[in-house]
């Protein structure tokens, strides 16, 4: 499944997921962010279990400041629309799984 550019506009929907979410909060200028860019995608493409989304926060400044999102790269999942891990930081792509179990 391909990864969702998630906006204000689609937030909503995506919380709704049956499925847990993974959301990659970056930034196009954040080295870290560019090095979990790929993992995330790979995961989106190998693991159609789960609804991946990226939120680009210079676009999205409400949607971090809902997530209380201080520092990029963040990533956090949703359970049922509501927040079950976040991590602040570059991970590899293991310890990305292991935030989705």
């Given at each position: 499944m391909a990864v969702i550019n998630v906006t204000n506009d689609n937030i909503e929907e995506?919380?709704?997921?049956?499925?847990?979410?993974?959301?990659?909060?970056?930034?196009?200028?954040?080295?870290?962010?560019?090095?979990?860019?790929?993992?995330?995608?790979?995961?989106?493409?190998?693991?159609?279990?789960?609804?991946?989304?990226?939120?680009?926060?210079?676009e999205e400044q409400d949607l971090a400041e809902e997530f209380g999102v201080m520092s990029i790269p963040t990533l956090v999942v949703l359970k049922d629309g509501e927040i079950v891990t976040k991590h602040v930081g570059a991970l590899s792509k293991a310890r990305i799984l292991e935030l989705l179990q």
């Open positions: 995506i919380k709704k997921s049956d499925k847990k979410v993974l959301l990659d909060f970056f930034a196009t200028w954040c080295g870290p962010c560019q090095m979990v860019s790929p993992l995330v995608d790979e995961i989106a493409e190998e693991h159609p279990e789960f609804t991946v989304g990226k939120i680009d926060i210079d």
